[in-house]
């Protein structure tokens, strides 16, 4: 196994204050936020994961439910058994998008009807609860709350998987602009003359519009910008606060991917889209990469297994033979597979450039409590043992 | 059950399941099964970017069809596409534009929540019966989505009361609840988390839905192999065998024995949770020991595939 390559993850669990894992869908990156924020408390940092969309038992083993949309603290007995006195904290928080929503909204209306106006409006659940790319909102805004109130060291972010990597950069401003439309705030305004043309064409679109879709849609639409009226110019602001904060140099990014060629494939375009944002990744982690045993060839132990199998001997030492050929195609399969991982890994180095690799090796068994969140982070920041 | 007999059970084969368990690997390996039993088959890609076209040694996919091997065509359908295609078809020809660069169209999605889903599968729904392939696949969005993806129908019909956007959510329900027209495969690997998420989508979908399930596709299995991890008793066998093995080399193999023994042992654990908690037939696929996935793969998978849905008994 390689030498532990934790440069740059280790400086960011020490020293960095916000950290943001992306990457796409089933490379490990909630594993990876928790394993990050679990290091920062044993270091003895104040460290917060948040965690959209935990597997069960992983939310379990963090003290999760669907209630814990604010951060609590995890008992230090359950994360640091071995050193109760160790100084460090570790909170955990799952995401829940339609409540942090919820709040932004009663933060910012002027009084308490205008906002329970919003809530019960049909057209505001739909945005707070199915439309793409609240989730990503949601989730840099509890980054701010975080960020702003918690007194947190570090906090440790997860994203929802996406498509589109940097969709937690741009569902800020994408839904801004949509409770900012143009054309529903037109008929919002007062009917001055020079707009009253301007007002009827809008109108007429509309009807065109109710017609497909239904007119009942159109109501609630126009009830929810009638109701949201005054609060664009505060949620704009707000947007671009968190968006600041991103942009800050304080904010740091983990791109989490596999040693799959699809895997890769995908981590390259993500990095392109941050570099395409002035931002850098500043630590790779590579998830799920298989043992290798020794550094003997494939092919070769193939060519021994092959040749155990059709040439030796009778009886006893022919069962044996067979038996030892099996234990060499095992091993081959496992060589094989490493070799083609260590090709992607170094097309991962050779193609994101400067952000320093971790890898985590693939367990013998699931992942999905602090024993082994730990034996992760002893193999990522303390790899000697290997 | 002979493929074709699983195939012409429906025509649609909706193929979901978390991501990174190998979904589109799962959609390519059957598409190429459905082609050597000479079906037309058509892919229908729903999130763009995916390894579809590598699997088939192909460049990437656009909206028009492309043809990725004998009798496999595949397309992207991506939602709002279905969406400005849908309202140019609707009448709505002359000012999609401006509902798009004023951003109204947003508006709009987002006031039906699963209207673009709704309408991708209307436009799978018109596939079908325009009979544009004996077998439609379709590479659905990853699990959690899936659900949303597949519940939208039904969920527009209590928010929509008129319009044709309503006799486009009928339709689709329609064609969703009718076994002889359309099924799920619900693909998973064998380790809890994703057999958790499985067992999930599998009770939401059923119940919720009434769409037929396919049966399990068990990705990525460990070939069951008895190998030895003790040290000492790989030496022996080399004595016995009468070849040299040193003593290094004998830990390499029985290490590798014992990493792969224990997977084998988690995910036969799974596989027996799987069974337990779902009564459906399950069609294992191999674990290949590779970390790309290109034609000689998928004809691969496809072979252990057809072999698997042989042993399936046909229903009653």
Redesign the interface.
Known sequence: MTAPPAGGLSELVSEGHVVICCGSGGVGKTTSAAVIALEGARRGRNAVVVTIDPAKRLANALGLDALSNTAHEIDRQRWSPDDPTASGRLSALMLDTKTTFDGLVTRYANDEEQASRILDNRFYRNVSSALGGTQEYMAMEKLHELHEEGGFELIVVDTPPTRHALDFLDAPKRITRLLDNRIFRLLMLPTRASLRVAGVAVQAFLKTVGRVVGTAVIDDVLAFFRAFEGMEEGFRERAATVLALLEDGGTQFVLVTAPQRDAVEESVYFAEQIAAHDLRVDALVVNRVHPQFGDEQAAGLRARAEHLRTELGSGRAKAAATRLAAQYENLADFQEIAAREHHHLEAIRARIGTAPVSTVPFLAHDVHDFAALSEIGDRVFRADDC | MEFAQFCSTSRVLIVAG????GKTTVTASVATIAARAGMSVLIVEV?????LS?AFGQPNLGYEETQLAPRVRARTLTPDQALVDY?ES???RR?SK??SS???L???A??????KDILVLGKVKSLEQDRAADLILVDAP?A?HAI?FLLSPSGLLD????????KQAADVTELLADPRRCQVLLVTIP???PV??LVDTAFAIEDRVGISLAPVVMNACYPQ????TDVDK?L????????F?SH??A??????????T??QQ?QAAQIERLSAALPLPQIRLPFL?????GPTQIDLLADAMSDRIESIDAPA
């Open positions: 978390k991501g990174g368990v999130e763009g970017k995916s390894g590598a309202l609707h009448g709505l000012i401006r509902l004023t951003g109204t947003d508006v709009i987002t006031a039906v929540p699963g209207m990853a959690g949303s928010a929509v009361s008129v319009g044709p956007i309503r380790e809890e988390t958790n998420e192999l008895d190998l030895e790989v022996a066998d080399a004595d016995a065998a009468g070849v093995v290094r080399e830990g390499h193999l029985s290490d590798a024995a014992r990493f792969r224990e997977r988690i020991f590779s970390t790309d996935l």
